[in-house]
């Protein structure tokens, strides 16, 4: 099986990879800035009797957007899952946050991600095996979010993107969303201790979610287990109610 992961260097993205590789299994690993990271992820992956390629674009830009589609589609002819997991967070006040600022969010939270889609829709066409695409999204998507205006409304453009191609890709290929909450990775690195005890304290299951749980929610979205689910969002969020 064949899949493609997008931020795949560090959190979300590196569990992803490391809980899709398995011997036969090869993996495309994007990633944006962290080559080192990346390369350790590919090494772990290969341990684990993968065969893995790492490609690094820029998300936010459409020309590396293409170039990285264009140069995924060089080696590999088929596509069995595409994870649209790279994505920033950005934080700011509503008044205080411009329209370049706005646009430079929806540019890496869900105009990169569309286009990959699209780019690579020929190749997950072909897939023998009935491809599947996961996007991941937020708890905020549902929420809504204090000082993330920007970040929430594209993450939950993602929802209605992955349930339009949902439909409009069906049945050839399956559309699902993985929407996690609070999870420790890289992104909550800046909490102070008190923001973090806060945010446990509004969870069900009292804790932080770790990048792994969340893995395994994508797994399952892209396996044949998950053959009957499309259009549909997974919460991995330890209990927080979404909207
Ligand atoms: P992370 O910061 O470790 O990962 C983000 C990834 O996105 C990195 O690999 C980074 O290189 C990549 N990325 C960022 N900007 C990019 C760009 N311009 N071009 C290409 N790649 C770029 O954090 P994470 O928690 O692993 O985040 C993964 C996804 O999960 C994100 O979409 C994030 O919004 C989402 N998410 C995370 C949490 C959380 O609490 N950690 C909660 C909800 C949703």
């Not at 944006?32 to 990346?38: D, F, N, P, Q, V």
């Not at 820029?58 to 790279?86: C, K, M, Q």
């Not at 997950?124 to 491809?131: K, M, P």
């Not at 204090?146 to 939950?156: E, L, N, P, Q, V």
Request: proline share 5%.
């Amino acid at each position: 099986m064949r899949f493609a992961i997008t931020g795949a260097s560090r959190g979300i993205g590196r569990a992803t990879a490391l809980r899709l590789a398995a011997p036969g299994s090869e993996l495309a690993l994007h990633y944006h800035t962290h080559s080192a990271e990346a390369e350790e992820v590919e090494r772990r992956v290969v341990q684990r009797g993968a065969t893995a390629v790492r490609l690094a674009a820029d998300l936010s830009r459409t020309g590396e957007v293409h170039r990285f589609s264009e140069e995924l589609l060089r080696r590999w002819s088929s596509i069995d899952g595409l994870v649209l997991n790279a994505g920033v967070y950005p934080r700011a006040p509503f008044d205080r946050i411009s329209t370049d600022e706005f646009e430079s969010c929806f540019q890496t939270n869900v105009f990169g991600p569309a286009q990959l889609a699209s780019e690579l829709l020929p190749a997950l066409r072909r897939s023998a095996h009935g491809a599947s695409i996961v996007f991941v999204s937020s708890v905020l998507a549902f929420t809504g979010s204090t000082r993330g205006a920007h970040y929430a409304s594209a993450k939950a453009a993602l929802v209605g993107l992955a349930r339009s191609l949902a439909r409009e890709l069906a049945p050839t290929i399956r559309v699902n969303v993985v929407a996690p909450g609070s999870i420790d990775t890289a992104i909550l690195a800046g909490d102070s201790p008190e923001r973090r005890r806060d945010r446990e304290r509004t969870i069900p299951l009292g804790r932080i979610g770790r990048a792994d749980e969340v893995a395994e929610a994508v797994a399952f979205l892209l396996s044949p287990g998950a053959s009957y689910v499309t259009g549909t969002t997974l919460h991995v969020n330890g209990g927080v109610l979404p909207a």
